[in-house]
């Protein structure tokens, strides 16, 4: 009888088990699926600091990194957020901008060290043509040995900037041919077309967003915060590891970092018409999500300031008082999680702002 009584009561104990089970992953979800990605450009104690991590710095990330995360090629926590595979929890990408060969010489032997995946934005009208870039047979030998190659334009231009007496149509003609030139020639050398654009400067707009979803293309900024599920694929946010933000100490908090789980932003273009931002900005949430996310603590910055935030239970506001600088700046805001102690949710919207002639300063 009591044999009878298992086995009549097994299915159902399991079912209650795996309901169980499901609610606690349901609850502490939220808190496992996100990504972060860093951003270097030089590995080099000789090069503009603004932009430079010493090799000495490097090897410490490295090893904090080798600790503490699973380091994964780019286009896998890519397709993760896009729903087209898994990662684990503690999955990191890491990406360079601009193809300087002191990547090569400083910064490939410390990542092959730890067998690390990596990605090299590149420009392939510099590439071979100047002292400081990594020529072709350069980047075909690290491809060998698991480096990755994708866009970064032909030249590093300022996306967003129009020539003279040019309009709308005429402009992103011209953007968009340097854009598909510069994937044709890398595709060429290196055989693969992942079609991932990194914004030169991490400028751009949505109507040069809208193009590249058009096509295909998989868009990365520099500004930053965690990717995942609700992050807007034509603006990948990257955290930035150089320079001022090379010290360990703060990158440890952003590593650990949540994409918050924007569902919409009533400001929507990152390019302004104007230095003043009008309108209080809202950000609301997705509902499935927003109960992780401790909006009652959450925090926005700007230029070193605190900005003053209202919220609700799935969407938060903050208002811009200060004028807009010329060029680029972002507001960065942060909430910690209900699941995962220690771990802050991490937002970044960013402003781009020409001079009165249109420009944008490098």
């Not at 009888?1 to 502490?28: D, K």
């Not at 003609?173 to 510069?182: E, F, P």
């Not at 900005?281 to 499935?288: C, G, K, N, P, Y």
């Amino acid at each position: 009888m009591q044999f009878i009584m298992t086995r009549r009561f097994i299915p159902l104990l399991l079912s209650l088990l795996f309901l169980h089970s499901t609610a606690i992953q349901a609850e502490a979800g939220p808190a496992h699926s996100s990504g972060v990605i860093l951003l270097y450009h030089h590995v080099a104690d000789d090069t503009p600091r603004s932009t430079s991590v010493t090799p000495e710095e490097f090897a410490q990330h490295l090893d904090y990194i080798a600790e503490n995360y699973t380091v994964v090629p780019l286009k896998e926590l890519v397709e993760a957020a896009k729903g087209k595979g898994s990662v684990p929890d503690n999955a990191l990408a890491i990406t360079f901008d601009d193809g300087y060969e002191n990547i090569l010489t400083n910064g490939h032997p410390l990542l092959r060290k730890h067998d690390f995946p990596y990605t090299i934005f590149i420009n392939p009208e510099v590439i071979g043509k100047q002292g400081n870039q990594l020529s072709w047979e350069q980047v075909k030998q690290m491809q060998k040995q698991g480096v990755t190659f994708a866009n970064h334009t032909m030249d590093h231009l300022h996306l967003l900037a129009k020539q003279a007496g040019e309009n709308e149509q005429a402009w992103l003609k011209r953007v968009w041919q340097n854009i598909t030139r510069a994937e044709k020639i890398i595709q060429q050398h290196t055989g693969e077309s992942l079609k991932y654009l990194a914004y030169p400067f991490g400028e751009y707009n949505r109507t040069l967003a809208k193009r590249l979803a058009e096509h295909g293309y998989t868009g990365f900024g520099q500004h930053s915060g965690a990717l995942g599920k609700f992050t807007d694929m034509t603006a990948i946010p990257r955290f930035p590891a150089a320079g001022p933000y090379a010290r360990l100490s703060t990158l440890k908090t952003k590593m650990a970092s949540l994409a918050m789980p924007v569902a919409r932003a009533s400001l929507a273009d990152p390019q302004m018409a104007s230095r003043q931002l009008d309108d209080t900005v809202t950000i609301a949430l997705d509902e499935t999500v927003a109960k992780d996310v401790r909006l009652s603590q959450l925090a926005c910055y700007y230029q070193g300031g605190t900005l003053d935030v209202a919220n609700t239970a799935s969407e938060f506001k903050f208002t811009l008082d200060a004028k807009l600088p010329i060029g680029r700046s972002r507001v960065n805001c942060t909430a910690p999680s209900e699941s995962a102690g220690g771990r802050f949710y991490w937002y970044s919207m960013p402003f781009f702002v020409a001079n009165e002639k249109g420009h944008y300063p490098d």
